[in-house]
């Protein structure tokens, strides 16, 4: 029997693809989430990364960490620190981090915070990975979806991105998780790299939605850091479902 394999965000997104990979690879799989467990076939662990409820209980025993969740702010900076000492005290295990791909280039707060977190991660003391990859499909449909009561839809001009599947990734993690210890893992990118605008309009196309879609120069650092395309990974463009196939699933 092997050993568990605790997730953190196991209900989100990501979490929920990863999941039934790390299942159907023979893994016994723990859930941690603030609400009571639901997902089949996992052992749910009722627990708050912020406060560090739950948490030794959920360590206990896990051979793995893959730790997914994120409040999308600086709050994962705390969070990633009470599950660092929960593992310490714990046994040890290999702590898998999933970032994104331009944290240390593009100067958002979250990416600033998600680079603090791999740093904490890299200096533990634990056996670790760090796995970057490029948006989610997800995102950039929420950006459409966001702006439903708009006439238009705006994304910043002169911005390209290069979305992946979840499940894709799901798949490259439940690897990494499977394997010993890597470090740095090389970048995970999905297949192509698209203007924002261009794929505005593939998601309106897909609905059947016909709405004007603006690219609007945006000012700030960070915003000339996605033009730069400091968020992308060309060279590792390792995912095989495009935004349209994701679309039309
Ligand atoms: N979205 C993207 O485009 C993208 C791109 C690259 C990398 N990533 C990274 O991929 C990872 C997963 O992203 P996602 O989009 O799948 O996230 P998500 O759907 O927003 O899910 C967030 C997860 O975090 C958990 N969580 C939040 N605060 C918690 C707390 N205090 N204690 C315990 N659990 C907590 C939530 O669990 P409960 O609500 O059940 O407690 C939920 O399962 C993140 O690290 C993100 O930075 C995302």
């Given at each position: 029997?092997?050993?568990?394999i605790?997730?953190?965000?196991?209900?989100g997104?990501?979490?929920?693809?990863?999941v039934?990979?790390?299942?159907?690879?023979?893994?016994p799989v723990?859930?941690l989430?603030?609400?009571?467990?639901t997902?089949?076939?996992?052992?749910?662990f009722?627990?708050?990364?912020?406060?560090?409820?739950?948490?030794?209980?959920?360590?206990?025993?896990a051979s793995v960490?893959?730790?997914?969740?994120?409040?999308?702010?600086?709050?994962?900076?705390k969070?990633?620190?009470n599950?660092?000492?929960?593992?310490?005290r714990?046994?040890?295990?290999?702590?898998?981090?999933?970032s994104?791909?331009?944290?240390?280039?593009?100067?958002?707060?979250?990416?600033?915070?998600?680079?603090?977190?791999?740093?904490?991660?890299?200096?533990?003391?634990?056996?670790?990975?760090?796995?970057?990859?490029?948006q989610f499909?997800?995102?950039?449909?929420?950006m459409c979806?966001?702006?439903?009561?708009?006439?238009?839809?705006v994304?910043?001009?002169?911005?390209?991105?290069?979305?992946?599947?979840?499940?894709?990734?799901?798949?490259?993690?439940a690897a990494?998780?499977?394997?010993?210890?890597?470090?740095?893992a090389?970048?995970?990118?999905?297949?192509?790299?698209r203007?924002?605008?261009?794929?505005a309009?593939?998601?309106?196309?897909?609905?059947?939605?016909?709405?004007?879609?603006?690219?609007?120069?945006?000012?700030g650092?960070?915003?000339r850091?996605?033009?730069?395309g400091?968020h992308?990974?060309?060279?590792?463009a390792?995912?095989?479902?495009?935004f349209?196939q994701?679309?039309?699933?």
């Open positions: 029997m092997k050993n568990p605790l997730v953190t965000g196991g209900t997104r990501l979490g929920r693809a990863l039934p990979q790390l299942l159907s690879a023979g893994h723990r859930v989430s603030r609400r009571p467990a997902a089949p076939d996992t052992q749910g009722r627990g708050d990364l912020l406060t560090g409820e739950g948490l030794d209980e959920a360590v206990a025993g960490i893959v730790h997914c969740a994120t409040g999308n702010g600086r709050s994962d900076i969070a990633t620190r599950l660092l000492h929960a593992a310490l714990g046994g040890r295990p290999h702590l898998l981090y999933v994104i791909v331009g944290v240390d280039r593009v100067g958002l707060s979250y990416y600033r915070a998600k680079l603090a977190c791999e740093r904490l991660v890299a200096d533990s003391g634990l056996p670790w990975t760090v796995q970057r990859t490029t499909h997800e995102l950039i449909v929420w979806t966001s702006q439903r009561w708009l006439p238009a839809i994304m910043p001009g002169g911005v390209s991105f290069q979305p992946v599947d979840t499940g894709e990734v799901a798949v490259r993690l990494l998780a499977g394997a010993p210890p890597a470090g740095r090389p970048d995970m990118g999905g297949p192509e790299v203007r924002a605008a261009d794929l309009r593939a998601y309106l196309r897909s609905r059947g939605a016909r709405r004007p879609v603006l690219p609007v120069p945006m000012p650092v960070a915003m850091a996605y033009r730069a400091e992308l990974a060309p060279e590792h390792d995912g095989r479902i495009t349209d994701f679309l039309a699933a």
